[in-house]
C-alpha cells in the first residue's frame, strides 16, 4: 500500500501558474501551468496532491490524455502503483484501436485506446491537465465504458469552473486541484 502524503497549500500551487492574457485570441486569460511543472518543488506537491485523492481506491490504471495527460499520468500511476495507459489523437497507437469521435465547437476530433488497454473491471482514473467544456474527457470516457473500465475519478490539474465541464460527469468523482473563475 502506498504511503499517506501530506496535505498541500493550493494557494502556493496557484501561485507557481503564470497568467498570459489574450492567448490564444483576444479576450481569453491563459493559464499557463509550464511554470508550475518547471518548478520541482510545485510539480511534486501537485502530484502528491493528486495521489493523496485517489490514494485509498486501489487504482489499477491511470490514464492520461493526449497530450499534457501524458505529464499527469505517468508520474501519478508510479504514485499510486498503477499502470499508465495514453489516450491518442488518430494515427498514433500501433495495435488494433478503440476510437471515439466528439464534437467540438467548430468541427470534431478523434481519440483512440489500444483495445487492449483495459481489461474488465480495472479500476481507471483518467487524468487531464485542464477541464474546460469537458468533451474530450466525455469521448475518454466513453472508451473506457467501451472496454469495460470501472471509473474511479476524473483528475484535472486545474479547472475553469465558469465554463461548467463538471456538469457533465454527475455520479463521478471529479477531483480539480487549482480552480478559476474567469
Not at 498541500?8 to 501561485?15: I, Q
Not at 468541427?107 to 485542464?130: N, P, Y
Request: charged letters at 25%; a negative charge; aromatic letters at 8%.
Amino acid at each position: 500500500m502506498p504511503e499517506k502524503i501530506k496535505p498541500v497549500d493550493v494557494e502556493t500551487l496557484k501561485a507557481l501558474v503564470r497568467t498570459v492574457p489574450d492567448f490564444p485570441k483576444p479576450g481569453i486569460l491563459f493559464y499557463d501551468i509550464t511554470t508550475l511543472l518547471k518548478d520541482k518543488t510545485g510539480f511534486a506537491m501537485l502530484i502528491d496532491a493528486m495521489a493523496e485523492h485517489y490514494i485509498e481506491h486501489k487504482i489499477d490504471l491511470v490514464l492520461g490524455i493526449e497530450a499534457r495527460g501524458f505529464i499527469f499520468g505517468p508520474a501519478l500511476a508510479y504514485r499510486l502503483n498503477a499502470g499508465f495507459v495514453p489516450v491518442r489523437k488518430p494515427r498514433k497507437l500501433p495495435a488494433p484501436v478503440a476510437r471515439e469521435t466528439y464534437e467540438l465547437e467548430y468541427g470534431s476530433d478523434t481519440l483512440e485506446i489500444h483495445q487492449d488497454a483495459i481489461r474488465s473491471g480495472e479500476r481507471v482514473v483518467v487524468v487531464d491537465d485542464l477541464l474546460a467544456t469537458g468533451g474530450t474527457m466525455e469521448a475518454t470516457i466513453k472508451l473506457v465504458k467501451q472496454l469495460g473500465g470501472d471509473i474511479v475519478g476524473l483528475g484535472f490539474a486545474v479547472e475553469l469552473d465558469f465554463l461548467k465541464g463538471r456538469e457533465r460527469f454527475t455520479g463521478l468523482d471529479v477531483f480539480s486541484l487549482l480552480h478559476y473563475d474567469e
